[in-house]
């Protein structure tokens, strides 16, 4: 990640030409560690846009920026974000800078104190990794009023961040800021080490790693670093900057910095934007929702593993005994034979050896030598009567866990298939009203229920398809959103979605009922496999039985394709 010292003066630059006597209108903290203002602007001699500016301290994605995402507002303010809205909100901003040539952005506001007088306060944003901190200030007496992180003396012997104290800067490294290097401060950095994109990178400050390779990718002399450096800092005081986010082969975010870099060039995808604020956002929500989406799912994917391994154990366990049950035959025969000759054997025999009058073979027969002849006999037959009726009830268990096992493979598809941490929560809900989790709402949060947004796609014909992102949407497509004549499709006997092929009354052409069989085939666990068997029928030949799962169905008249896994 390249947030270094020159990403933040241009950042810096940005929010400075936008902000600068602007009016915090509203304040909220929609997490731990980050806050959004509401700004109205002040241009013309009037406020005018109303932006939004996002500020972040968490590790994975410290900074600021201007934002255009909607952050949800909790219901009861922490009070870092309560102390910031008594002090600050309504305030004027007066300046935006950068200090130094640090990854720090310092922002000044004028506003009134309780006594009507004028008062300036600081926020303090420091973007440096896990140490990042987002701290306010009171000018008059450099004293710190609260942060968003604490840091004791047990924390940090040289720097504490409490409310109180006053406020210092972090540690100087002792390098040379990189707005005040000159070509002889780069040719001694140049002399001393061996590498040279090391000593750019520990000789001058606010350089990232990512900026010291690309300074001296086309020389190593000292006259042509130096003017690659002044040849940047020219764009970023002219503002004639070029951002791009760099993507891998899974269009995956992997980097960003505010010109293209020539290390990238071919080996990643980039993408161009128009301004500072839109590139770190695009990189970072992309980046934090890929973490925030695989640390949601794997705890659900642990719980529905867990439920699958207990139900298929279950299964073992039940077919064993439905096995030993359909094998109760003996125990009839034998209360038979025994009934039939009580008179060969007596209370205290262990066993009998009798003739099977149906075979005419000698059978051995174990007996229970605390009881008399007829009560051994009685046992059998009692043994026979209960394994006759745990036939069914066996069976009627085996199927309702076949159900389970089958409804939650495809919970785990879906899971795989996520695509936002929306679908991970409603994917949670899900579960929790089939009573595999409970959800654990934090005191004061709100319970909203996720409205329906399946996969939507169109034939090369002109037809809309629908594919459900998880087993609740499966069931609003098919039995609430598609027609009666519309095309339902499935894989055969694999997890998947349910995909409506809308047909509007005509009869879909061959090309169109592939096309949809594909998709169905591409959002199923069979999407890595060739020549994947898809059902499909009209939906009104889909049925939901009573009490079933959600997403389980029964279907008829269905016809089956083979079709490799594919989108339009």
């Known amino acids: 990640m390249a947030f270094d010292g020159i990403v933040t003066r241009s950042i810096a630059y940005e929010l400075s030409d936008i902000l600068c006597d602007g009016k915090i209108e509203k304040i909220y903290q929609p997490g731990r560690d980050e806050l959004v203002f509401a700004v109205h602007t002040f241009s013309g001699g009037s406020f005018s846009d ?159 790693p990512l900026l010291a390779r690309a300074l001296c990718r086309t020389s190593d002399e000292a006259a042509a670093i130096y003017e690659e450096l002044l040849s940047v800092l020219s764009r970023v005081e002219s503002r004639e900057l070029s951002p791009v986010v760099y993507t891998d082969e899974k269009e995956q975010p992997a980097d960003f910095y505010i010109l293209p870099i020539e290390e990238y060039a071919g080996r990643y ?41 207990k139900l298929r154990l279950k299964k073992q366990r039940l077919s064993e005994d439905l096995l030993d049950a359909q094998n109760s035959d003996k125990y009839r025969l034998y209360g038979e034979l025994l009934t039939a000759n009580l008179h060969k054997f007596r209370t205290g025999d262990k066993k009998v050896t009798l003739m099977n009058y149906y075979d005419q073979t000698e059978v051995t027969i174990p007996l229970d030598e605390r009881y008399a002849p007829a009560r051994n006999a009685q046992i059998y037959f009692k043994k026979y009567s209960k394994a006759k009726r745990a036939v069914s009830e066996k069976r ?57 947004q399946p996969f939507s796609y169109e034939t090369s014909d002109g037809m809309r398809i629908l594919a459900g992102r998880n087993n609740r949407e499966n069931d609003i497509l098919t039995f609430k959103t598609a027609g009666r004549k519309d095309i339902w499709f499935h894989t055969k006997d694999i997890p998947g979605a349910h995909v409506i092929l809308f047909t509007k009354g005509k009869t879909p052409s061959d090309a169109a009922v592939f096309e949809a069989a594909s998709i169905a085939a591409f959002h199923s666990s069979g999407r890595t496999s060739e020549n994947v068997p898809v059902d499909y029928t009209e939906v009104r030949h889909v049925k939901k039985p009573s009490g079933a799962r959600p997403g389980m169905v029964i279907f008829t008249d269905n016809r089956t394709v083979f079709v490799t896994p594919r989108l339009p």
């Not at 695989?294 to 642990?302: A, D, F, G, I, T």
């Open 50 to 208: 109303r932006i939004k500016i996002y500020a972040s301290c968490n590790n994975d994605h410290p900074g600021i920026w201007i934002t255009r995402e909607e952050y949800d507002n909790p219901l009861s303010p922490p009070s870092f974000c309560m102390l910031l809205r008594k002090h600050i909100q309504g305030s004027r901003i007066v300046s935006v800078i950068q200090k130094g040539c640090e990854r720090i952005i310092e922002i000044t506001f004028e506003t009134r104190d309780e006594l009507g007088s004028l008062v300036t306060r600081r926020l303090m944003i420091e973007i440096m990794g896990r140490y990042s901190n987002i701290i306010l200030v009171d000018d008059s007496d450099g004293k710190i009023m609260d942060s968003l992180k604490h840091v004791s003396a047990d924390e940090s012997r040289s720097r504490q961040v409490l409310p109180g104290r006053k406020y210092s800067y972090p540690p100087s490294q002792c390098k040379k800021p990189f707005d005040r290097i000159t070509e002889n401060d780069i040719a001694g950095m140049l002399d001393t080490a061996e590498e040279t994109s090391d000593a750019l990178l520990q000789g001058i400050q606010g350089v990232s």
């Open 269 to 309: 995808r980039h993408l161009s934007f128009d301004t500072v604020s839109e590139t770190i956002e695009w990189y970072y929500l992309h980046r934090s929702a890929s973490n925030r989406i695989r640390q949601k799912s794997s705890s659900l994917s642990r719980s529905v593993n867990s439920s699958l391994k």
């Open 396 to 452: 009627i268990q085996l199927e309702e866990t076949d159900a389970d096992i089958s409804y939650l493979e495809s919970v785990s598809e879906n899971i795989e298939r996520a695509g936002s941490t929306d679908e991970i929560d409603a994917i949670r809900e899900e579960l929790a009203s089939s009573g595999f989790v409970r959800l654990r709402e934090k005191p004061g949060s709100r319970s909203k229920r996720s409205m329906p």
